[in-house]
């Protein structure tokens, strides 16, 4: 008889967007003239942008003639993509080579697959709360036990809550259990909106070289950053070539959550030990990994990325981001002035807000959806310490947003 991976069945059943979809469809078959505003989803809702457009019919009209058709591309990605994405990094201070770039479908895929080259028997620390996913996978994997009261045994959980800024801390040696293997940040952060500051990303990155774990820094919405002086990439801090690894996605900064393109840096300086205790290049297990189990991304879709980084481009997806932290700021200072205490949104796309009282996350999204017709994410759906909050996306259409804040004001007291 076959035997199924069982680490499968540690997994919760995945409860948040299919228990939020289940109240809304209840509540819409009851009220059906109710006219509901989503705020729920990290999806955005602006069109591709025109130069990006162009860029993918021109692509397309190559790939219908002979002597401009492409098939197989690198798996790595092709150059004109390449090396415009290392120079931007580069306009941000951080050194990264086009060769250390690998350009994927998803910085979910990429977040996830990314455990697989390393030991089984790492430790893997993760903020709470937390993108599923980092949490997930390694439960596949293997590197976790049972799942008790929202938390799986064995993976080490970083709160993140308003008393510590939404800033995790770095585990405390030498007792034993501390020492952390594997450490995934997202900064700015999905779901609180909070940005890590540099002092924060410089002890983090002295904590990985000293005890030589490993960072996965998840820069899905360093786009969205608008204060000056805030990091973007890791490598802008001295060192993190030689500890960490970044995700970066064109779904949010350039509304690819359909198209799909994001990227993915293995700097060369980046080293682990084997079962021999003897140091190995993280890159080449990677672009080993990748060559076996991907292909690349289609050609037209890479055009259309390397479109995001010209100058007509970059300006069009800038408007674009622009337009939804204008929504940020909207539901922050609308939600602040009606008496409700508010983080993020302002270097991320994400408001999260505290519950008023002591009630939980999800009786405040029903409170939300009855009385406002409005809906959110419940805070505990990330992790434990969400509980008490709940995020609001700044992914929807002016109209919307301004309406959902009224109703909110009106309706909703805190
Ligand atoms: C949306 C998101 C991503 C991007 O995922 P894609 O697969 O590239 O669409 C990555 N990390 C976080 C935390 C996200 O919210």
């Not at 938390?151 to 308003?162: D, Q, W």
């Not at 991304?297 to 055009?303: E, F, L, N, R």
Request: aromatic share 10%.
């Amino acid at each position: 008889m076959t035997k199924i991976n069982s680490n499968y069945q540690k997994l919760q059943a995945g409860y948040l967007f299919p228990e939020i979809g289940k109240r809304v469809r209840a509540f819409a078959a009851a009220n059906p003239a109710a006219k509901i505003i989503r705020l729920g989803i990290g999806d955005v809702v602006l069109p591709l942008p025109a130069p990006v457009l162009e860029a993918m019919h021109a692509a397309v009209d190559e790939l219908g003639k002979p002597e401009s058709f492409k098939g197989y591309g690198p798996e790595q990605g092709y150059d004109f993509l390449l090396q415009p994405i290392s120079e931007h990094f580069k306009s941000q201070g951080a050194d990264v080579a086009p060769d250390e770039i690998f350009v994927s479908d998803g910085s979910k895929c990429d977040t996830a697959n990314i455990q697989e080259i390393f030991a089984v028997d790492n430790v893997i620390a993760v903020t709470d709360p937390v993108y599923p996913v980092y949490v997930d996978t390694n439960v596949m994997a293997g590197r976790t036990g049972e799942a008790a009261n929202g938390r799986y045994g064995k993976l080490v959980y970083m709160p993140t809550t308003a008393e510590n800024g939404f800033d995790p801390e770095i585990p405390k040696g030498p007792s034993p259990g501390s020492h952390v293997d594997l450490i995934y940040l997202c900064s700015p952060n999905n779901p609180t909106g909070a940005v890590m500051p540099r002092s924060s990303l410089e002890k983090w990155v002295a904590y990985a070289k000293a005890t030589e774990a490993i960072i996965l820094f998840d820069a899905a919405y360093e786009a969205f950053i608008t204060e000056p002086g805030m990091v973007h990439s890791i490598y802008e801090i001295p060192g993190a070539r030689e500890v960490a690894i970044e995700f970066h996605s064109l779904s949010k900064t350039a509304g690819f959550t359909g198209t799909r393109c994001a990227y993915t840096v293995v700097p060369k300086d980046l080293k682990a030990r084997n079962d021999k205790g003897e140091q190995v290049a993280v890159h080449s297990l990677w672009n080993r990994r990748q060559t076996t189990k991907f292909n690349g991304v289609s050609y037209p879709i890479q055009k259309a990325a390397a479109a995001v980084f010209t100058p007509a481009g970059a300006k069009a997806i800038r408007e674009n981001i622009e337009y939804y932290m204008e929504n940020a700021r909207i539901i922050r200072e609308g939600l602040r002035a009606a008496g409700y205490t508010v983080y993020g949104g302002i270097n991320a796309p994400y408001i999260w807000l505290k519950v008023p009282g002591n009630s939980t996350s999800w009786n405040f999204f029903d409170k939300l959806l009855n009385e406002a017709q409005v809906v959110g994410t419940p805070g505990s759906g990330f992790g434990s310490c969400g509980e008490g909050y709940f995020r609001l996306s700044a992914f929807g259409f002016r109209e919307n947003v301004l309406e959902a804040v009224e109703r909110i004001k009106s309706r909703v007291k805190p």
